[in-house]
């Protein structure tokens, strides 16, 4: 079965999924296209032969549309969820699933009415390899407890319009899903500390920050997020466990010597990065959807990072009053 796929809003990261879609993965097809630009719909589904529709309901009601993807900004994300839960259809959003806690706590509704899990969240970090290895390190318990993670998530740059929050919001919120699902354990509590600043940051910014975050159990996390580092996309994770530690291969496939040194290719942007994992997560969606099933990061995921990101940026925003504890919702029957 060829699962028809209608895409809302394809700007940057739309267009990388449209692409893989077309030339790297099997059983998908993108039929239908909606953006608020008409121009850039029409650009976009004119090579695909995909229907342009005027607005989000028509594309969501299409017979032909088998389920959604959604890339529009955060901001728009709700309205398009609940509709396409409401019309019984699967959704994959690109994080963040929504902008507020209450508005996930709203989409989670629409699923609970719908009686089974329709959204995935583009958390692509937990179909790369190396995270997945980790995890099947510290699942085995061959080195005993986890006990630490340290993290870094390093940009070359961001543009001006990258506001405050969004170190928190828009970055950090890779490893609050990935440290989540990792350690299989909610975060309790959050802690931003506010180094000196680089000066090659946008006054406006705190650039580096550290976020530190503790789990249920005590386990302790440092994200070292540095969005203006200059020289490459650098993501880096240290599991620290009783007995040994794990870390994450370094980013290149190979290693060059010669007679200027022994120096590995840097990636520069999450597309180049993590294109495997955005491949993996993407087919294993697809896949999912042909059968039926559900895959990937739950409306449950979205909330609760939703939820972390809320005490991150309040404790940034704060004068230095330290640790802001998270405080979740009872989990719903359907995500447990
Ligand atoms: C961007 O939206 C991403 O998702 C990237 O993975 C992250 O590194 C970057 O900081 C974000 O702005």
Redesign the pocket.
Known sequence: MTVRIGIIGPGG?GKAHIDRIVNELAGGQVVAVFDVDAANAAAVAGPLGAAVYASTDELIGAADVDAVMITSGGQFHEADLIKTIEAGKPVFCE?PLTKTADAAVRVMAAEQAAGRKLVTVGFMRRFDRSYNEMKEVLDARELGEAILVHNR?R?PT?PES?TAD??IN??A??EIDTMRWLLGEEIVKVRVDKPKKTTNRFPHLQDPLVMVMQTESGVLIDDE?F?NIQYA?D?RCELVLESGTVELADQNVISRRDAQGARNRMTM??NQ??HLAFNTELQQWINAVAKGEHTGSSSWDGYAAAVVCDAGVASLESDGEGWVEVQLMAKPALYA
Request: overall charge neutral; hydrophobic content about 45%.
């Open positions: 990261m994080k998530h940009n961001v990258y969004m170190a828009d970055t919120i890779h997020v969005v996309y993501i942007d999450h990065r993590f």
